[in-house]
């Protein structure tokens, strides 16, 4: 499986973008599409989540309300909506998809099989 992320970019502070990420292979309802990020300097923190099975999403606290994550099953692509950026979403941002993710462990990277090459957000202040 192999995951496109693209969508990234410089913007202004309390700008917005969306990130794309194409699925090489149809997911199924076993699956959960996640981003992550990681900032120069930083481990990489878990940013959102999307459970096919239900669409149940998932967000990080400090991007709650302002991100948003969805998907198009007929294109195999999951996004995040971005809005009120501010300088410290500065990061690269990584798409990622695991397989059969209880809610417990839904934020740990660990579960997750297959990772997208990043993308770079960069937030002007």
């Known amino acids: 499986v192999q995951l496109q992320a693209s969508g990234g970019g410089l913007v202004q502070a309390g700008g917005s973008l969306r990130l794309s990420c194409v699925a090489s292979?149809?997911?199924?309802?076993?699956?959960?599409m996640a981003w992550f990020r990681q900032a120069p300097g930083k481990g990489r923190e878990f940013v959102a989540a999307?459970?096919?099975?239900?669409?149940?999403?998932y967000y990080a606290d400090s991007v709650t309300g302002r991100f948003t994550i969805s998907r198009d099953a007929a294109k195999n692509t999951v996004y995040l909506q971005m809005n009120s950026l501010k300088a410290e979403d500065t990061a690269v941002y990584y798409c990622?998809?695991?397989?059969?993710?209880?809610?417990?462990?839904?934020?740990?990277?660990?579960?997750?099989?297959?990772w997208g090459q990043g993308t770079q957000v960069t937030v002007s202040s």
């Open positions: 990622a998809r695991g397989d059969r993710i209880i809610l417990s462990t839904v934020r740990l990277e660990g579960h997750y099989d297959y």
């Open positions: 292979e149809r997911t199924s309802r076993s699956h959960v």
């Open positions: 999307f459970k096919l099975a239900g669409g149940y999403t």
